[in-house]
């Protein structure tokens, strides 16, 4: 176990504390250290932090914790997304009609047709991704529909995640957050 600090001065002096307070500010202190000032275990705990791997893997995989990861990313990659989508709905083709009836020769064209739209589509999902970032474009996604490492990561971590605690004001702590399908 880690030493346990209460903050008792604005100005952040701090001294050993052996029995924590509702209501206290605590600096250090362990894993076991909350649980035990809670009364709480496992997945009765929602642990809010900001870095994937240290904040949201080690808390669900050690402690078996709940957890929350905050990425301040969301909201510029939220814009960038609607950005890309006004453009994206500017630029609709209208539908293509056939009037074929060969299914073969209508695959083999409609293949032609795949490999002419991929040298066009992939130079403005490029373009789409600078929205956000230009040298990696969206975190959230690789290519068209595929998940970025990261959005792997945070599917596989996290089970909720914001750009902002703030965000959850609005909610009572007793509030259900459910995923839409996937």
């Known amino acids: 176990d880690q030493t346990l600090y209460e ?14 307070k509702r209501g206290g500010l605590y600096c250090g202190g362990s894993a ?12 009765e705990t929602l642990y809010v932090g900001d870095h994937i ?4 893997s080690q808390s669900k995989l050690n402690l078996r914790w709940r957890t929350c990861l905050i990425l301040r990313e969301l909201e510029e990659e939220v814009d960038a997304l609607s950005k890309g989508l006004q453009r994206q709905s500017d630029n ?14 209508t695959l ?14 992939i130079p403005k999902l490029e373009e789409d991704g600078r929205h956000f970032n230009k040298h990696w474009g969206y975190l959230s996604r690789s290519g068209m529909n595929d ?11 996290a089970d909720i995640y914001t750009s902002r605690v703030s965000n959850f004001m609005r909610y009572t702590p007793f509030m259900y957050f459910r995923s839409p399908s996937q």
């Not at 903050?7 to 924590?20: A, F, I, S």
């Not at 076991?32 to 997945?43: M, P, Q, S, T």
């Open 32 to 43: 076991r250290n909350v649980e035990n000032a809670l009364g709480l275990k496992g997945d």
């Open 7 to 20: 903050v008792v001065t604005e100005d952040g002096l701090m001294r050993p504390c052996h029995k924590p």
């Open 53 to 56: 791997y240290t904040d949201v």
């Open 147 to 157: 998940k970025s490492h990261l959005t792997k990561q945070i599917n596989k971590y």
């Open 108 to 121: 083999a064209r409609l293949l032609l047709e795949m490999e002419r739209l991929d040298k066009i589509i």
């Open 92 to 105: 609709q083709s209208p539908p293509v009609s056939m009037s074929s009836t060969d299914v073969e020769s």
